[in-house]
């Protein structure tokens, strides 16, 4: 057992008293924005994030689903031609180049919105998610994967016109089978961690207008008439 001497009590009283006095004074600087927040305590009434994140996921996924369409072209011109499809195997992976280009782009965004949504966020308190993690965990998770994803995906764009500009520009099939394997798998990865996200406005509340005013005790039969 540790016993402390009166001086050394005394010390760590004033420095708890220092600490509350300099909370006081030195207000968060999300403070300084509140009287600026809506019901969904953003200063817009629509996140912006969960949109982004879609258009993200979404620019992504055409841009493999048409890489392997043109990897696929020679097993499918018969019935492209069929049908009269004016399409080329060039013209797959033109689509797919630009789109996964574009996702890279657009998710810089993503993630930018998502740690400013994340600092404003208020989550309705002693709720477990579905994997039994608190709001925090979830949210420190959700961030860490974004930026992990982010980097991911400026690898996979790199490494996309690379095989686009210089390693197979005189191929057919601009891609190899390992891209495609690749990024067949981080869609499944996405879908995973954007199910975090999923969780943090089900099952938290955060940046949901309708969960945060009943949690707040207001009416919504008045507010929505």
């Excluded at 392997?68 to 069929?82: C, H, M, N, S, V």
Aim: aromatic fraction near 16%.
């Amino acid at each position: 057992m540790i016993i402390f001497n009166h001086n050394f009590s005394s010390e760590l009283s004033s420095l708890k008293c220092f600490n509350y006095l300099f909370c006081l004074l030195i207000k968060s600087p999300i403070s300084e924005i509140s009287d600026k927040l809506g019901p969904n305590d953003l200063p817009y009434k629509i996140p912006l994030h969960p949109n982004l994140v879609h258009l993200t996921i979404g620019l992504f996924a055409i841009g493999i689903f048409f890489d392997i369409a043109g990897a696929f072209y020679p097993f499918e011109k018969r019935i492209l031609r069929f049908f009269a499809f004016p399409v080329t195997r060039v013209g797959f992976h033109d689509v797919g180049w630009y789109n996964v280009l574009a996702a890279s782009f657009i998710t810089f965004f993503t993630v930018a919105t998502g740690f400013f949504e994340m600092l404003l966020a208020v989550p309705i308190p002693e709720v477990k998610s579905i994997l039994g993690q608190s709001a925090i965990s979830t949210m420190l998770w959700h961030a860490v994967g974004g930026v992990a994803i982010l980097f991911i995906m400026i690898s996979m764009t790199i490494w996309r016109g690379y095989q686009r500009f210089v390693f197979r520009k005189d191929f057919g099939r601009q891609v190899s089978w390992s891209y495609i394997f690749l990024g067949s798998v981080i869609l499944v990865i996405m879908g995973l961690h954007g199910s975090l996200g999923a969780w943090l406005a089900s099952d938290f509340g955060v940046h949901i207008t309708a969960d945060q005013l009943l949690v707040r005790g207001e009416d919504l039969n008045q507010i929505f008439q």
